[in-house]
C-alpha cells in the first residue's frame, strides 16, 4: 500500500524477499589474552634497563671487541676455514693486536740478551706487529746509513759521488729473506727432531733479535774501520747470544744434538752482521 511516498509489502512470503534467519540461541565468543605489552612497562624484566641504547638496526662494527669473541655466528661463518684459512688476514690479525708497553717492553729484554725469558714472556701472546716494523726500520736504516757514510767518504776526497738503489732492495731481500727463511728452516729441524717450538714465536724472536743492529747501524757513521768492526761484532754477539739463549731450553728435548743446533743458530746470526759490515760499511772510493 501507498502511503507518504513509501510502499510497504504486507506478504513477507513475496518472491525476492530474504527470509529471516531462525533463533540459534546465545553464541558466547571468548578471546585470548592479548600479547601486547603496555608501554611503558610496569616494572624491568629480562635484562632490560632503563638507560637509553642504540637502535636494533645501528651499525656496532667499532663497538665489538676486536678479537672476535663476542661476535656473532654471522661474522664466524664469513671467516673461510680449511686451506683457506692462511690466506685470510683475519687468520693474523691476532698477531697485530698487541699493545706500544708490550712492543717496547719485548725491545727492552732483547737489548738484555743473558735473561733468556722472551720466549716465557711472549708464549701466550706472540706477536708479528713488532718485527714487522724492526725489519723496516732496519731495512730504511742500513739503506740511508749505508749512502751517507760513502757519501762523506767521496767528498772528503773531492770525487763525484752517485747514489746507489741497491741498497735499498739489497737491504730489503737481507733482512725480510733473513726473518722468514732462517725461522721456518729452524722449524723444519725443530718437528724432525720433536722438539717444542711454534712458527710465530720463531717469528717474534728472531724479529726483536734484530733490533740491536738499528743503534749498531747509526754507530757506524764513525768513519773508523776498526771502530765499525767493534760495532758490528757486539752487535752480533748481543743478537746472536739472545736467540741461542732464548731457543736452548726448547732444543735440549732434541737429543744430544741440541748443543750443534744451538751453536749453528749463533753463528748463524753472527754471520748476519759480518755481511752487514762487509756489504754496508767497506767504503771504497
Not at 706500544?100 to 719485548?106: H, I, S
Not at 733490533?211 to 757486539?234: D, H, K, Q, T, Y
Amino acid at each position: 500500500m501507498m502511503s507518504g511516498g513509501y510502499t510497504s509489502i504486507d506478504n513477507p512470503k513475496l518472491s525476492g524477499s530474504v527470509p529471516a534467519v531462525p533463533d540459534q540461541g546465545h553464541v558466547t565468543v571468548k578471546f585470548s589474552e592479548s600479547n601486547l605489552q603496555t608501554f611503558p612497562p610496569s616494572e624491568a624484566q629480562g635484562k632490560i634497563s632503563i638507560a637509553a641504547g642504540p637502535p636494533r638496526d645501528a651499525d656496532d662494527t667499532f663497538s665489538k671487541s676486536g678479537s672476535g669473541a663476542g661476535s656473532g655466528s654471522g661474522s664466524d661463518e664469513s671467516q673461510p676455514s680449511g686451506w683457506l684459512r692462511p690466506f685470510s688476514i683475519a687468520t693474523y690479525k691476532p698477531y697485530f693486536d698487541i699493545d706500544t708497553a708490550d712492543v717496547l717492553d719485548r725491545i727492552k729484554d732483547s737489548l738484555f740478551p743473558f735473561r733468556d725469558s722472551f720466549n716465557e714472556k711472549t708464549a701466550s701472546n706472540p706477536d708479528l706487529y713488532g718485527p714487522f716494523w724492526i725489519c723496516t726500520t732496519l731495512i730504511f736504516v742500513a739503506a740511508s746509513i749505508g749512502t751517507f757514510v760513502t757519501y762523506i767518504a767521496h767528498k772528503l776526497k773531492n770525487k763525484e759521488w752517485e747514489y746507489d738503489i741497491n741498497l735499498v732492495t739489497w737491504s730489503a731481500g737481507l733482512f725480510y729473506g733473513y726473518v722468514t727463511i732462517v725461522p721456518l728452516g729452524l722449524y723444519v729441524i725443530l718437528k724432525y727432531f720433536s722438539a717444542p717450538s711454534g712458527l710465530v714465536p720463531l717469528f717474534c724472536l728472531y724479529g726483536y733479535s734484530l733490533f740491536v743492529f738499528i743503534p749498531a747501524l747509526c754507530l757506524s757513521v764513525v768513519p773508523l774501520e776498526i771502530f765499525r768492526w767493534v760495532v758490528a761484532g757486539v752487535a752480533g754477539f748481543m743478537s746472536a747470544t739472545f736467540v741461542a739463549l732464548n731457543l736452548r731450553a726448547h732444543i735440549k728435548s732434541a737429543g744430544e744434538r741440541w748443543f750443534l743446533i744451538v751453536a749453528g743458530i749463533f753463528l748463524l746470526q753472527l754471520a748476519l752482521s759480518v755481511a752487514l759490515k762487509l756489504y754496508l760499511f767497506t767504503v771504497t772510493v
